[in-house]
């Protein structure tokens, strides 16, 4: 994974943090896999970064154009459907973050650095 | 790690996101804990998550009351010095965000949740 490559600010991320449960890798990753997928087709999309560790905590950030995009993919029915079982199954806890981003900086890799 | 538990919005995030050299191992993992207790310490401070991965690619995500709290605390002496050793030595490329958080929920976890 890489940091996503995101236009100038002002643009928006949800920031998902979560604790898995024990239950249902196979179906947890698959379904994670989908939504990404979904995600990433999705207009107003961005970019997506997303890390868990070895003890359960993860952090997925998503990155949107605007607050609508963020909407309609909150309420896309796959997605809705993933939610659902994400409360039942997968997560022991999460929080759910909107956020618009105001400035940004970074260093290294993208050529176009200036 | 668990999710950061925040007060209600607005508040502000600062979204680090970054990919570790192989590095200095010993001398990073120093200062981040360093760095996380300085950062609990400064005024404002509402709260940090953080998790990497085994490819090396990690979110940090930090929580404060106002921008001028994260101002604050970019340019304390010490923060400034790890920042230069992290450009330095630990960090092949990263991205930082600040953002404006303007809605939050959650699930699971704290007695108190709705």
């Known amino acids: 994974m890489e940091p996503a490559q995101t236009p100038s600010p002002p643009y928006y991320a949800v920031i998902f943090s979560s604790v898995r449960t024990a239950d249902d890798p196979d179906g947890y990753e698959a379904t994670a896999q989908r ?8 207009p107003g999309f961005l970019g997506v970064e997303s890390v868990r560790g070895a003890d359960g905590f993860g952090i997925t ?14 309420r896309h029915a796959e997605h ?4 659902r079982l994400g409360r039942q199954r997968w ?15 970074g260093f290294g890799a993208p050529a176009d650095r200036p």
């Open 35 to 42: 939504m990404l997928e979904l995600a990433r087709s999705m």
């Open 80 to 83: 809705l459907e993933a939610q």
């Open 91 to 105: 997560y022991e806890r999460f929080e759910l973050r909107v956020c618009r981003v105001e400035r940004a900086y």
């Open 61 to 74: 950030v998503s990155y949107w154009r605007s607050e609508e995009a963020i909407a309609d993919w909150q």
